[in-house]
């Protein structure tokens, strides 16, 4: 069982540059969401999906753009790469967002813009 | 708005002792809280997730307790090892009452654990 599988793992960006994260998952699950980890920040949401062709903002999307085509995929965009989006990404997914549902977390991808 | 705060930042605890790790939050209207580990390299586990109307939460050697009214949370580790070494997470997610899910989840920013054989 792969879980929640990110690619790539590791990216240099160039400002200015774009790229595509793509995250994968196999429990069947609705929901999905991308976090970003900074050092003393906690993670911090960036956007989620509830269900195929779904997605909203979360705590900090400027920036980012997202899209679930389908249901066990949910894509990160960045399309002008800042200095300030260098950081680790992660996804995570859901069964429920209403029940007591815990997340199930990818590997993160390590981006760094230069 | 919701924070989540854990002391100490980092922890180093000799082998077999038992060790505390510590969570406060600050709205204590809370629909659950979930302990996470997180490797080095790695995404996060969930270990533990206990309700609003629990007390606590056990798997194996962890314990979890809540203490909504006072806005606390602890994550017990008996008989530590060294593969407990890790940076150990709490989340807090919002009451139900207006359907908040994991998407309104507040992180902490982690313990580092270093068991020292």
């Known amino acids: 069982n792969a879980g929640v599988t990110q690619t790539p793992k590791f990216r240099v960006l160039k400002t200015g540059q774009s790229m595509t994260l793509l995250c994968a998952q196999d429990?069947?699950?609705?929901?999905m969401y991308w976090y970003r980890q900074d050092p003393g920040m906690g993670l911090r949401l960036i956007h989620y999906s509830v269900g195929e062709g779904t997605t909203a903002k979360g705590e900090v999307p400027d920036g980012y753009n997202v899209s679930r085509l389908k249901k066990q995929n949910f894509l990160l965009g960045l399309e002008s790469a800042a200095p300030s989006q260098t950081s680790v990404y992660f996804c995570?997914?859901?069964?429920?967002?209403?029940?007591?549902?815990?997340?199930?977390f990818g590997n993160g991808t390590r981006l760094t813009v230069t | 708005k919701q924070e989540v705060t854990q002391i100490p930042a980092a922890l180093s605890v000799p082998e077999g002792e038992n060790l505390v790790l510590n969570c406060s939050f600050t709205d204590s209207a809370i629909y659950n809280l979930q302990w996470f580990r997180q490797d080095p390299g790695k995404g996060l586990t969930s270990l533990l997730l206990?309700?609003?109307?629990?007390r606590e939460q056990t798997s194996g050697r962890l314990n979890a307790s809540l203490d909504k009214s006072s806005g606390r949370s602890t994550l017990y580790i008996a008989a530590s090892q060294p593969g407990d070494s890790a940076t150990y997470l709490c989340?807090?997610?919002?009451?139900?009452?207006?359907?908040?899910?994991?998407?309104?989840?507040?992180f902490g920013t982690g313990t580092r654990l270093t068991i020292i054989p």
């Open positions: 206990i309700q609003s109307s629990q």
């Open positions: 989340a807090v997610r919002p009451s139900n009452r207006s359907n908040f899910g994991n998407e309104k989840l507040t």
């Open positions: 995570a997914s859901s069964y429920s967002s209403r029940q007591a549902s815990p997340l199930h």
């Open positions: 429990m069947n699950h609705e929901y």
